[in-house]
Every structure is written in structure tokens, then in C-alpha cells.
């Protein structure tokens, strides 16, 4: 018998390449989410629903819907959120996404499950939408960084991290949470035009320190976090990004144009070429993961929705 996996925001479009991605390796999906997939890709990315996963129509902020549709199963992987600040006002956006982390937490502990994914953010650094200029402290950033948020999406994702720890706490351990968190999430048909992005802006990834991130390659961790049984993964936080930078000059270049005071940062001149600012090592040893796409690789792009 498969095994039963929840995932909340299972119908949006990150949602939609994790749901394949477990179903590819013959897991039972139950998907909560407040609509149902399309018929058809849409253009932003969102893909239609997946033959035999069972959609429920829910809210993560109802904690009596997400224990619902978290009975039975043995994992689950929390995704929906308001995935930016600026759409919704500030309280908003802050109590949705913190309490629909504890929703989570809190069915997953009442379900005995034994493993929880969530979505986190490399935002918890609070670089993507700070409002007063300040600059990393060193790269590669690791985990070891400083958390600063500023915007009300940041720390609503670094309150989150706290709420998973203290589950994991209060289960004893026997509930293993990993807070994954991704970079800027680029659509593969995007990559096709990222060389005339940057050649009009160079500092246009600045936001995410010139990371990115692959969603096929991001469902992919977030499968294997729920099948660790790694000892130093059971509560923790990875970055989840591409070995390489989301821009076509070498990252050593493009920093101190986006972060002005930072030429003699630590670690700049010890970057490669195309390496990222941002350090996925972290994943690669607890999870084994290998990201494997990459935007310079024409293989790896993939047509637009029609």
C-alpha cells in the first residue's frame, strides 16, 4: 500500500511539481487547498490536477480542515501561504501564513505523523523586502546568517521556523520537521530569457543575494526531507538553491553593486564564476540532495504554457 502524504498549497504552481514529484515515486497524495488546479497549465505556471490525488477544498487557517486531511497520512508538507508582502496589508499576510504554519504543526502532532516539510524562505534574512539598505555579513551565506527581516512575509517565515522547533519539541522528537527554504522560484520558461534580463539590469536578482531556485528540483527536496531519517535533520532549516547565481556576471561582481560597502566582504573573492552567494550544502549533507538544473543549460528550459 502507498504511503499517504498531505500537502497544503498543493494546488498552486510550486504545489503542483511536488504533488507529481511524490506521485512519481508512488505516494497517495490528498492535496488542501483553497481551489481547485485548472484544467490546463495556465501562465503562470499553475499545472492542471494529477490523475488519482484526492483535492479537498479547505483553509490552513480553519485548524479543523488541515487535521482533517492530515488523518491517515504519515507526512505531510505544508506549502500554501501568502507567498509576498504588498498584495494583502501587512497583518494580513502575517497572520495567515503564522498561523497557517501552526495549523500545521498542530494537526500533524494531534495526527501522529512523523514527518512535516515546510515552506520557508531565504526572506527569513530579510534582503528581499527590506525597507532601510543592509548588507550580508559574509558569503557564501549559510544557515550560520543572521535572520533580519524587516517585512512582515520574512518574519511571518522566521516565526514559522520557531513554531516547527517547538513542535518538535513538544512531540518529543517524534515528530521530525524540516523548514526548507527557497530562493527566488523561477519558471523553467523563464530561463530562456534570463541572459537579456540580466544584460538590461545586472543587479535584477538582487533580491534573493543572486540565488534562485528550481521548482523540479525543490520538489525533489522536499520529498527527501520527509523520508530522512537523518539524525541532525530532524528540526532544521536548509536553503534550497541552485549551485549557481541567478546572473550571468561572476556573483563577486554584481554584490558590491547591489550592496555598496561590501567589496571587501568575506568570502566574495573566493566565489567561482558562476557559483551562487548562497550555500546549499547544508541540503546536500542532511538530505543528499543534488539540484540538478541550471538556467545556462538550454536542457533544462522548457517551452511556455500555452
Given at each position: ?6 500537502v ?16 512519481a515515486?508512488?505516494?497517495e ?6 481551489a481547485l488546479?485548472?484544467?490546463r ?5 499553475v499545472?492542471?490536477r494529477v490523475?488519482?490525488?484526492h ?5 490552513h487557517?480553519?485548524l479543523a480542515d488541515?487535521?482533517e ?5 504519515e507526512?505531510a508538507?505544508?506549502l500554501?501561504?501568502?507567498p509576498?508582502?504588498g ?28 514527518a512535516?516539510?515546510l515552506?520557508?524562505s531565504?526572506?527569513?534574512l ?10 550580508p ?13 524587516q517585512d ?9 521556523e520557531?513554531?516547527?522547533a517547538?513542535i518538535h ?6 515528530l ?9 522560484v523561477?519558471r523553467p520558461?523563464q ?5 537579456e534580463?540580466?544584460?538590461s ?12 531556485t ?7 527536496l522536499f ?6 531519517e ?16 541567478w546572473?550571468d ?6 554584490l558590491p553593486q ?7 566582504l568575506p ?6 564564476a ?8 547544508l541540503?546536500?549533507r542532511l538530505?543528499?540532495w ?17
Amino acid at each position: 500500500m502507498a504511503k499517504r502524504v498531505a500537502v497544503t498549497g498543493g494546488a498552486g504552481w510550486i504545489g503542483g511539481w511536488v504533488v507529481r514529484e511524490l506521485v512519481a515515486h508512488n505516494y497517495e497524495v490528498v492535496v488542501l487547498d483553497r481551489a481547485l488546479p485548472p484544467e490546463r497549465t495556465t501562465a503562470r505556471g499553475v499545472q492542471p490536477r494529477v490523475p488519482g490525488v484526492h483535492y479537498r477544498l479547505g483553509d490552513h487557517e480553519n485548524l479543523a480542515d488541515v487535521a482533517e486531511v492530515f488523518h491517515g497520512c504519515e507526512a505531510a508538507i505544508h506549502l500554501s501561504a501568502i507567498p509576498a508582502p504588498g498584495t494583502h496589508p501587512n497583518a494580513r499576510v502575517f497572520q495567515t501564513n503564522v498561523m497557517g504554519t501552526f495549523n500545521a504543526c498542530e494537526a500533524a502532532a494531534l495526527a501522529g505523523l512523523r514527518a512535516l516539510a515546510l515552506a520557508s524562505s531565504i526572506n527569513t534574512l530579510g534582503f528581499g523586502y527590506r525597507t532601510h539598505e543592509f548588507a550580508p555579513h559574509f558569503v557564501p551565506v549559510d544557515e550560520t546568517h543572521p535572520n533580519l527581516p524587516q517585512d512582515p512575509y520574512g518574519l511571518s517565515k522566521l516565526v514559522g521556523e520557531e513554531i516547527a522547533a517547538a513542535i518538535h519539541r513538544r512531540t518529543a522528537g517524534r515528530l521530525r520537521v524540516v523548514s526548507i527554504r527557497p530562493s527566488a522560484v523561477v519558471r523553467p520558461w523563464q530561463y530562456a530569457r534570463a541572459a537579456e534580463r540580466f544584460a538590461s539590469d545586472p543587479r535584477s536578482g538582487q533580491r534573493s543575494l543572486f540565488s534562485y531556485t528550481d521548482p523540479r528540483d525543490l520538489a525533489t527536496l522536499f520529498r527527501l526531507a520527509i523520508e530522512s531519517e537523518h539524525p541532525e535533520a530532524a528540526c532544521t532549516a536548509v536553503f534550497a538553491v541552485q549551485d549557481d547565481s541567478w546572473t550571468d556576471r561572476p556573483a563577486r561582481e554584481v554584490l558590491p553593486q547591489a550592496y555598496p560597502g561590501t567589496e571587501h566582504l568575506p568570502g566574495l573573492e573566493t566565489l567561482g564564476a558562476a557559483q551562487s552567494p548562497v550555500s546549499n550544502a547544508l541540503a546536500r549533507r542532511l538530505f543528499g540532495w543534488d539540484p540538478q538544473r541550471s538556467w545556462r543549460n538550454p536542457a533544462d528550459h522548457l517551452p511556455p504554457p500555452e
